[in-house]
C-alpha cells in the first residue's frame, strides 16, 4: 500500500503542475467562458473523485462490498479522463489543440495512474476478503506522506470546485483572468 499511496503523491503534485500551468496560465480555462464549460464540468469530476482516493486510501480500508464502489470510483475516473481527452480537442480548437507539453504529461500521468491501480488492485482482493465496511485503518506509510496526501486531497477538491464555478459562468469565476471569448493561438507547440 506504501507504493500506491507514493505513485498517487506523485500524481498529485504532476495533476498541480498540470493544472496551474496547462489548464490555469496557458490555456486560461476559467476564462474563456462557456467555450470551455465541458471540458471544466469533467476537470470538476475528476478532481472530486480524486479528492475522495487521496483522503480515504491513506487511512481507510474499503472493505467487503465497499471495494465495489473503491472500483467504481476509479472506473469512473478512467471514463471521464478518456471523455476529457476527446472534449479538449473541441474547447481548445481555437487554441490550436492541447499543448504539446501538456499532452506528455497527460501521458505520464496515465500511466502512473495505471501503476498504482496495479499495486492497488491485490490491496482491493484482500479487502473484497474482509467484512464489508469502510474500516479505520492507516495504511502502512510514513505519516507525513498520508498527511500530504490529505493536502493533496484539499488542494484537488478546491480546484474541482474552482472549475464547476468557472464552468456555470458564475460572477468572478473568471479570475484572475480577464474574460476571454474567442481568443486565438494556433501554435500546437510550447517549446517542449
Known amino acids: ?9 506523485i500524481q498529485a503534485v504532476i495533476g498541480a503542475f498540470d493544472t496551474i500551468y496547462y489548464h490555469e496560465w496557458r490555456a486560461r480555462l476559467p ?20 479528492a475522495v482516493l487521496f483522503a480515504s486510501l491513506p487511512y481507510i480500508a474499503w472493505q467487503g462490498y465497499c471495494v465495489l464502489l473503491l472500483v467504481a470510483v476509479i472506473v469512473a ?12 480537442i473541441v474547447v481548445r480548437h481555437d487554441l ?4 504539446a507539453g501538456e499532452r506528455i504529461t497527460h501521458a505520464i500521468m496515465g500511466i502512473i495512474y495505471g501503476a498504482m491501480v496495479g499495486y492497488l488492485i491485490p490491496v482491493m482482493w484482500r479487502w473484497h476478503d474482509a467484512p464489508t465496511g469502510l474500516v479505520l485503518q492507516p495504511a502502512p506509510a510514513p505519516v507525513l506522506l498520508r498527511q500530504l496526501l490529505l493536502l493533496f486531497a484539499a488542494g484537488v477538491l478546491a480546484s474541482g470546485l474552482r472549475d464547476l464555478y468557472a464552468s456555470l459562468g458564475l460572477p468572478g469565476g ?19
Do not use: C
Not at 1 to 9: D, F, H, I, Q, Y
Not at 77 to 88: K, M
Not at 96 to 99: A, F, M
Open 96 to 99: 490550436g489543440d492541447v499543448y
Open 31 to 50: 476564462a474563456r467562458g462557456k467555450a470551455a464549460a465541458p471540458e471544466l464540468k469533467l476537470h470538476a469530476g475528476r478532481d472530486f473523485l480524486y
Open 174 to 192: 473568471n479570475w484572475p483572468w480577464p474574460r476571454q471569448v474567442g481568443a486565438r493561438n494556433t501554435s500546437k507547440t510550447d517549446g517542449v
Open 77 to 88: 475516473e478512467i471514463i471521464l479522463t478518456l471523455w476529457d481527452f476527446v472534449v479538449e
Open 1 to 9: 500500500m506504501s507504493v500506491v499511496l507514493w505513485l498517487m503523491a
